[in-house]
């Protein structure tokens, strides 16, 4: 990721609309998130601010997130003194990833008074301020910081404020190509790295794009590509772009980069770009964060079944020698007259054979003739008894494989909501524990599903986990509405709210069963379809599993650009 100082200024000055407007509302989601709600003549919107050590960012948001009922104390202080307050400046600390909000007020007494929030992105030492600007003082913050965290600057309500350490680096609008040539050491070699530490707000991302533009890293050729940079920031050529990898690496940035990718995606403006980016990342974080104990518990009920499923199938293979023990131990016994104790093996003729060849049996030399004959019935019975018995533990066991695998699948996707909906299924049947001191409770209301919007307005409906797809399934869906499912895939089921949809909105619903299935990065994903009435929940089913018939199949490769469209589509009228 590259969140560094040149998006950060892109993104400042996308902010400057709502210099002489008011901060409305300020909420706290979690710990380590803040959304402000802003208000100008030009322009209205929401501003994430997040000091999450891994996704430490600031910027205009869509999403909607779910706030505690009791507001956190920062949240309340906030409130105190920034809701209804003019936003007078808001300006980046050089080019540094730290951005200062001034905001002006009056308080109880009716005197104006202007605070500055200050915002530091600096991953794990990131952190929001709250100043009295005239004084210093700091009125409180997110994060503390006493002296014994930090030497350098003490970050305490009641304490004076103290900038983070000046690094001596060069701001990017500030010099030429030579001055970034004659501080880089030839002979050391790792230019672009020698040029993150001399260069003010340069990730490595963007220190590794000078070198490439350079192509032959001398001197005259990094002063170039450095001011084809400069220039690009100076005149705003932004071009903010997300790129995507499949091995799950994405990067972003709002410059062009000449990065290897398997496909990009362009915005018009940075703000959007980071929304969709960081929505999807810290999404599963925070989704990886809550769910990591019931992801592990899975991961080893999973292991476990395919560990007991090979020893099922050796036993089966096995217990295909029955007929063989059964007859050795039958040739044993026409030759106990031939056996003494302390033989290792026999060669007896095998009557059942037309030749009369011999066959050489192995013995236990402990054991007495008798017993050796014995060991051998007893193996045939056990062996036949397996034929039976184990057959129907391997069928019992690829059922609980298939189901864990679907559980993992559903995690990979699941959203925070749909988490503790996974942990009560797994209560309700019998894999976990109910946690000490929780209330016996039955959850009585419905499960929630996801809403996408095909382009022609058509209103498609998502399971995420089991029951979810069960309710969906068996109560939401009408009768003659199309079903979909991935093809002998562990995925959602879904279902178009329409009896006869296009074949673009068809393939659009197919597109949301692969993406929301364990094939989601792959291509050509077989996604059957059908009507609701053909589709059955066998009796004593596990959560989820159906059969269904008459079904028809189309090869999706999922479009994760287009499953987001559809969330943000709104609903329209159709005939």
């Not at 301020?129 to 002296?147: A, F, G, Q």
């Not at 056990?382 to 559980?407: D, N, P």
């Amino acid at each position: 990721m590259a969140y560094d100082g040149i998006v950060t200024h892109a993104a400042v000055e996308e902010l400057q609309d709502f210099t002489g407007g008011r901060i409305a509302k300020i909420y706290q989601p979690t710990p380590t998130d803040l959304i402000f709600h802003l208000r100008s003549r030009h322009a209205r919107g929401k501003l994430l601010i997040s000091i999450n050590a891994a996704f430490a960012r600031m910027h205009l948001t869509e999403q909607s997130a779910d706030n505690p009922q009791e507001p956190p104390m920062f949240c309340m202080l906030l409130r105190k003194h920034l809701e209804g307050s003019v936003i007078q400046r808001i300006e980046q600390l050089g080019f540094e990833r730290i951005v200062h909000i001034d905001a002006r007020s009056r308080n109880e007494f009716g005197d104006l008074t202007e605070k500055q929030l200050i915002i530091e992105l600096m991953g794990r030492h990131s952190n929001v301020i709250l100043i009295d600007k005239e004084s210093k003082r700091i009125i409180d913050c997110m994060k503390h910081l006493t002296p014994a965290v930090n030497r350098f600057r003490t970050v305490l309500p009641g304490e004076t404020y103290v900038s983070p350490p000046d690094q001596a680096k060069l701001n990017p609008l500030e010099m030429t190509g030579s001055d970034l040539t004659c501080r880089i050491e030839w002979n050391t070699g790792k230019i672009d790295r020698q040029i993150v530490g001399i260069v003010s707000g340069f990730s490595p991302q963007i220190a590794a794009e000078v070198v490439r533009r350079a192509g032959l890293p001398h001197k005259d050729a990094i002063a170039a590509a450095f001011e084809k940079i400069q220039s690009e920031i100076r005149g705003h050529k932004y071009q903010p772009t997300i790129f995507f990898n499949e091995r799950g690496k994405d990067d972003f940035h709002v410059l062009r980069l000449s990065l290897n990718s398997d496909r990009t995606e362009t915005f018009k403006s940075v703000h959007q770009m980071l929304d969709r980016y960081y929505m999807v990342k810290a999404q599963t974080d925070a989704v990886r964060q809550k769910a990591g104990d019931l992801s592990h518990f899975i991961t080893n009920e999973l292991k476990k079944y395919k560990t007991k499923l090979k020893k099922l199938n050796k036993t089966l293979r096995d217990a295909e020698d029955a007929d063989k023990y059964r007859l050795y131990g039958e040739l044993l016994t026409a030759s106990m007259h031939q056996i003494k104790r302390g033989d290792q093996r026999a060669e007896v003729v095998n009557y059942y054979d037309p030749n009369q060849e011999k066959v050489t049996i192995k013995l236990n030399p402990n054991r007495t003739p008798s017993e050796n004959t014995q060991a051998y019935f007893k193996k045939y019975n056990k062996a036949k008894t397996a034929k039976h018995v184990v057959a129907e533990q391997v069928v019992e066991t690829q059922r609980e494989i298939a189901y864990f695998e679907g559980l993992v699948q559903q995690i990979e996707s699941a959203s925070l909501k749909d988490i503790e909906e996974i942990r009560e299924e797994l209560v309700d049947g019998g894999y976990l524990k109910k946690k000490h001191r929780q209330k016996e409770r039955k959850s009585k209301h419905k499960p929630v599903l996801d809403h996408y919007y095909a382009s022609d307005g058509t209103l498609i409906l998502v399971g995420k986990n089991n029951k979810q797809n069960d309710y969906l399934t068996t109560k939401a869906a009408a009768r003659d509405e199309i079903w979909l499912h991935t093809k002998d895939i562990p995925g959602s089921h879904v279902v178009i709210r329409s009896q006869d949809p296009s074949e673009e909105t068809l393939l659009e619903a197919a597109h949301l069963a692969a993406f929301y299935s364990k094939s989601r990065m792959g291509s050509g994903v077989p996604v059957d379809y059908t009507k609701v009435r053909y589709v059955k929940k066998p009796s004593g089913a596990k959560p989820g599993f159906v059969i269904y018939t008459d079904q028809k199949t189309v090869y999706i490769t999922p479009d994760e650009s287009l499953v987001l469209k559809m969330r943000n589509q709104p609903a329209r009228e159709t005939k």
